[in-house]
C-alpha cells in the first residue's frame, strides 16, 4: 500500500455537506459522480495532498444507507492506493483477511477498487484502489 487514498464519509444529504466540506475546506468539491453498482452519490474533494469522498446512499439498500441507519452519518472507510489491485488482493487473503469483493471492481474517481471485511481489520473498513489506466 502506497498511501492513504481517500477518507471517504457517508452523508444523508450530499449537497447540505457539499456547502458545509466546502467552507470548512475553503474550496468547492472537484467532481460528483454516480456509482451505480454500490448504489451512490460521491463527491471529491482535495484537502492538501489529501482526497475526502462524501458519500450518500441513491437507494435504501445501498450499503451507505445500511450504514447511515446503523452509525449515522460519518466517517466510512479509509482507502488505500495501490499499484496491483489483484496482487494487493491475493496478498491479504494469504495473510488472512476477508475480502469483501474476492475481484476489484470499477468505482469513483476512475479507479478499480475492492473492500476488506472490517471483521478482518478490527471495524475498520478497508478500500484498495488502483488507477485505471487507459
Do not use: W
Amino acid at each position: 500500500m502506497k498511501k492513504i487514498e481517500h477518507i471517504g464519509i457517508a452523508v444523508k444529504d450530499i449537497d447540505t455537506s457539499n456547502e458545509l466540506f466546502a467552507s470548512l475546506f475553503g474550496k468547492e468539491h472537484y467532481k460528483i459522480e454516480d456509482v451505480e453498482s454500490e448504489g451512490v452519490k460521491t463527491s471529491f474533494f482535495e484537502c492538501g495532498p489529501n482526497k475526502i469522498e462524501l458519500l450518500q446512499a441513491t437507494n435504501e439498500e445501498s450499503p451507505i444507507a445500511k450504514f447511515i441507519k446503523k452509525k449515522g452519518e460519518g466517517i466510512h472507510h479509509i482507502a488505500f492506493a495501490v499499484d496491483d489491485i489483484e496482487s494487493e488482493i491475493a496478498r491479504l487473503t494469504g495473510e488472512g483477511f476477508k475480502m469483501i469483493h474476492e475481484k476489484p471492481k470499477r468505482g469513483a474517481d476512475n479507479k478499480l477498487i475492492a473492500f476488506l471485511h472490517p471483521k478482518s481489520t478490527n471495524g475498520v473498513l478497508i478500500e484498495l484502489c488502483q488507477d485505471i489506466k487507459e
